[in-house]
């Protein structure tokens, strides 16, 4: 197999004051930080979908990036090739994690058992260069969305047929995971959903969605999956509403249907913003109630407003992420998967490796600050001072639920009228930040 990215050697860490394009400024994947080295904090992972396959395509034009590595499109011999530029360019970038949906490895054939050979075949490929390389996968999931066949959704869809071809590729992409050591599985719902109420049963939808999940969970479980299930939540796009619109929404779902002791989240900036919250919103709701499994890296345009999958810039938002994962003892099974493509005037395959040095050397910097910010103590510090109230007094009482309404009644008569609760002093802690990320 000869070298596909020609002229870019392996991506070394040159430090801050680097003007080289093909360096890191800031992952320095051994550097320990509050007692973690960086690439344990965050297991970084290639999305197979944007890297290896995305050509830049978009509703107004064709691809820009020519993604065939030297072989025909739509063949067995391109899906090898893909393997190959895969593994060269997470070697060279030091990734040691991918991400999968079943139809990003092989054509689709026609028929399910044809399909289902050619995964056989291209995953024997992957085992191989994984034992070589030392890369491992991070998690898999069927693609239930592409296919004019799931346009009403996979699980919940109102054919039967569909259901059950859905199921069938549930069972198969289990499958892989398993044999490629996966540590996730993924449902991201992308067609789970309505486009109109008007035709739309939406509790048997969201019924036979769960059953589906069970029946994964079962099945996963019977052949050796020991990870974690991840809900991917998202508000919309494709659909005009999806049944997992955010973390909180998902959360219930999950209880409701008794699937949250197999089931945690799996958080993504772009999502959780096309839900009107900010990344750091889902990533605490998901912490907060023991559901934060993995993160799919990227971020959106506020500008644009759909889900523009870029690779992560913004330093505010990868420190207050960083920030939560921290808080939350880091991701047991989970990683960050940069679910993020390059523009479409970012074509050469350099763009590609500019991109994860990008995506990296932000999250690099994002846990050195948020580590900064816990280091330095005075927001929590104020957090803590605010809820002081109920450490002693009436507010413990509160607290440790040893009052009553009646009781509480009858001190507030006593009291008059509280005072003002304190100042929230938000342009104080927002300086705090400037200061940790800027001196
Ligand atoms: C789509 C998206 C998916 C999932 C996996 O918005 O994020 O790529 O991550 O199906
Ligand atoms: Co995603």
Redesign the pocket.
Known sequence: MSELFKGIGSIKYEGAGSKNPLAFHHYNKDQVVLGKPMKEWMPFAM?W?HNLCAGGSDMFGRNTTDKGFGAEPGTMEHARAKVDAGFEFMQKLGIEYFCF?DVDLVPEADDLKETNRRLDEITDYISVKMKETGIKCLWG?A?MFSNPRFMNGAGSSNSADVFCFAAAQVKKALELTVKLGGRGY?F?G?REGYETLLNTDVKFEQENIAKLMKMAVEYGRSIGFTGEFWI?P?PKEPMKHQYDFDAATSIGFLRQYGLDKDFKLNI?AN?ATLAGHSFQHDLRIAAINDMLGSV?ANTGDLLLGW?TDEFPFNVYDTTMCMYEVIKAGGLKYGGFNF?SKTRRPSYTHQDMFEAFILGMDTFALGLLKAAAMIEDGRIDAFVKERYSSYESGIGEKIRKGETSLAELAAYAEEMGAPQLPGSGRQEYLERVVNEVLFG
Request: charged share 40%; net charge negative.
């Open positions: 999305a979908w949906h999931t693609n993924v991201w992308g991917e998202k993504e999502h799919d889900d679910d």
